[in-house]
T-cell receptor, first 114, second 112 residues
């Protein structure tokens, strides 16, 4: 079965640089979520999109932005990177309008800021 | 917002032992999922269980939505069960919401 695809899997950036993370949801899923997981922490919700419109916003820094495109893939753009942005970034997708709203997660992008 | 508490925070088992992990949540939800995060960081879906009981091999889960808790049972544990188990809950109304709120996890270590 198709899963959520994230790229790249690993990314190393220097402070103040910019990073772009990509997410390809499961086909026919209409909702995409982004989460950030710091070392030893639980995943924290950043932002979500339903049918290409932003639907909810969590603890996402102003330096980060995201969008969902016409083919439903999503990108998380991170600017002016800081050491504290080093984390595992997950994308998840679900079918919100169905009776079952189970979310499936991609394998994550491990971002290291040096 | 909804609070999610998991217990115990850490658990060490001998291979073959059984265990029960608990998840308490502070408000009504219509989504509850259990995940296993393996040592490589991958979040693996175990159960989608907003209510009722499900079983999958050596694992089973029960959610009592009216009392706001869920239990994950692991029987005959194996070393490959090691990792962090997360409970995550969500609430969806019409086309709003749906994000998952995670508990802090239970870190399980199974010794041979």
């Amino acid at each position: 079965a198709a899963g959520v695809i994230q790229s790249p899997r690993h990314l190393i950036k220097e402070k103040r640089e910019t990073a772009t993370l990509k997410c390809y949801p499961i086909p026919r899923h209409d909702t995409v979520y982004w989460y950030q997981q710091g070392p030893g922490q639980d995943p924290q919700f950043l932002i979500s999109f339903y049918e290409k419109m932003q639907s909810d916003k969590g603890s996402i820094p102003d330096r980060f932005s995201a969008q969902q495109f016409s083919d439903y893939h999503s990108e998380l753009n991170m600017s002016s990177l800081e050491l504290g942005d080093s984390a595992l970034y997950f994308c998840a997708s679900s079918e919100r309008t169905g009776s079952v709203t189970e979310a499936f997660f991609g394998q994550g992008t491990r971002l290291t800021v040096v | 917002g909804i609070q999610v508490e998991q217990s115990p925070p850490d658990l060490i088992l001998q291979e073959g032992a059984n265990s029960t992990l608990r998840c308490n949540f502070s408000d009504s939800v219509n989504n509850l999922q259990w995940f296993h995060q393996n040592p490589w960081g991958q979040l693996i879906n175990l159960f989608y269980i907003p209510s009722g009981t499900k079983q999958n091999g050596r694992l089973s889960a029960t959610t009592v939505a009216t009392e706001r808790y869920s239990l994950l049972y692991i029987s005959s544990s194996q070393t490959t069960d090691s990792g962090v188990y997360f409970c995550a809950v969500g609430r969806r109304f019409y086309n709003q919401g749906g994000k998952l709120i995670f508990g802090q996890g239970t870190e399980l270590s199974v010794k041979p």
